[in-house]
């Protein structure tokens, strides 16, 4: 029985927990809210999943829905994949949507529903050069992340060196200028 509880409270704590890492994630990626006074707070991954897509340039006419979100390490969105299905020239292909490239407008319903839109700002020949989100594509965005990384790391790693070194030359001159003092008495 204590460990059903324990197991529930987890269950709760994750839950919460990925929800705010999911919403500041989606605030970093540019998620917007539209047509409504106040903030939502809180962004459901699950009501954003099959989210109908515009263009920006024809929000009548939806081109596809939202099939999957993308996240980094962190649990910031990274882009969206929106599967083309109202477009002829490119239907049927799932592209990579960066989160530069969307906008997500919420509006709350008569019924206190909450509808979310993608708002894509391409135009459609854009859309048509945008990567197909297959196997290649992730095991070449990974290959990317983890080369970012490395680069990352050993900038920082050049970086703290240079510190080091210019520390040690401060100290040394420190130094040389009390024993100039030191013997100037």
Same mark, same amino acid.
């Given at each position: 029985m204590q460990y059903q509880q324990g197991k529930k409270a987890m269950s709760k704590i994750s839950f919460i #927990?990925?929800?705010?890492?999911?919403?500041? *994630?989606?605030?970093?990626? *540019? %998620?917007? $809210?539209?047509?409504?006074? =106040?903030?939502?707070?809180?962004? #459901?991954?699950?009501? %954003?999943? /099959?989210?109908?897509?515009?263009?920006?340039? /024809? #929000?009548?006419? /939806? %081109?596809?829905?939202? =099939?999957?979100?993308?996240?980094?390490?962190?649990? !910031?969105?990274?882009?969206?994949i929106v599967d083309i299905d109202g477009t002829s020239t490119i239907e049927g292909r799932e592209v990579v949507i960066e989160n530069d490239q969307f906008r997500l407008e919420t509006r709350h319903e008569d019924d206190d529903d909450i509808d979310h839109r993608v708002i894509i700002g391409l135009s459609e020949d854009e859309l048509q050069e945008l990567p197909?989100?297959? &196997? /290649?594509?992730?095991? !070449?965005? @990974?290959?990317?992340?983890? $080369?970012?990384? $490395?680069?990352? @790391?050993? *900038?920082?790693? #050049?970086?703290? !060196? &240079?510190?080091?070194? *210019?520390?040690?030359?401060?100290?040394?001159?420190i130094n040389e200028r009390i024993n100039d003092m030191s013997e100037g008495n």
């Open positions: #927990s990925h929800a705010a890492l999911f919403t500041g *994630g989606c605030l970093l990626a *540019g %998620i917007t $809210q539209a047509q409504s006074p =106040d903030p939502q707070g809180l962004y #459901s991954a699950d009501d %954003i999943m /099959d989210a109908d897509a515009y263009l920006e340039n /024809d #929000s009548k006419n /939806d %081109i596809g829905e939202v =099939d999957d979100i993308l996240l980094d390490d962190n649990m !910031q969105v990274q882009a969206l197909t989100y297959d &196997r /290649d594509w992730w095991h !070449q965005a @990974r290959e990317r992340a983890a $080369q970012a990384w $490395q680069e990352t @790391r050993e *900038g920082a790693e #050049s970086a703290w !060196q &240079r510190t080091r070194e *210019g520390a040690a030359d401060a100290m040394e001159t």
